[in-house]
């Protein structure tokens, strides 16, 4: 019998791909993509598309931001990737993302959220691309942080 792969199995095999780059220059390239990868669809005003969210976890894709949690994913870990600039950008829009779930926007609160998990994918990435940990364990710990 052949599994059936998840949306969560195929974005932990990206995932897991993106943090392949090893030194300075290769994350700043790779976190670049991904900026451009999360702002593509936002710049050209386009909505976000309606993408599949299965084995991912609920509480990441609840109230309808299934396309705005891979947006959000690939903005923070992008912005970890550019270094501290990138971590100061990072930092302040999800200090604007709390301060939105605090006025009671449950929107908001799916992408705070969001955010906690795409902060501990990328320590999970930089370990990869720092080949502290193997590409089978940073797998392991994206599943973990990702999937139901």
């Known amino acids: 019998m052949v599994s059936k792969r998840t949306a969560c199995d195929r974005l932990v095999g990206r995932l897991v791909s993106y943090g392949e780059p090893e030194g300075v220059c290769s994350r700043l390239g790779m976190g670049t993509f991904l900026l451009k990868r999360s702002y593509e669809g936002y710049l050209s005003g386009q909505e976000a598309r309606k993408l599949p969210v299965d084995g991912i976890k609920k509480g990441l894709v609840a109230h309808g931001q299934a396309g705005q949690f891979f947006r959000h994913l ?63 364990e940073a797998g392991r710990r994206l599943r973990e942080i990702l999937a139901e």
């Not at 923070?76 to 950008?89: D, E, K, S, V």
């Not at 301060?99 to 994918?121: K, L, P």
């Open 74 to 136: 690939y903005f923070h870990i992008g912005c970890r990737f550019l270094g501290w600039p990138g971590m100061l950008a990072s930092w302040f829009m999800h200090r604007v993302d709390v301060r939105q779930a605090a006025t009671g926007r449950m929107e908001s609160v799916v992408e705070v959220r969001d955010n906690v998990a795409a902060f501990a994918c990328v320590e999970v990435l930089l370990d990869r691309s720092r080949r502290r940990i193997s590409r089978r």
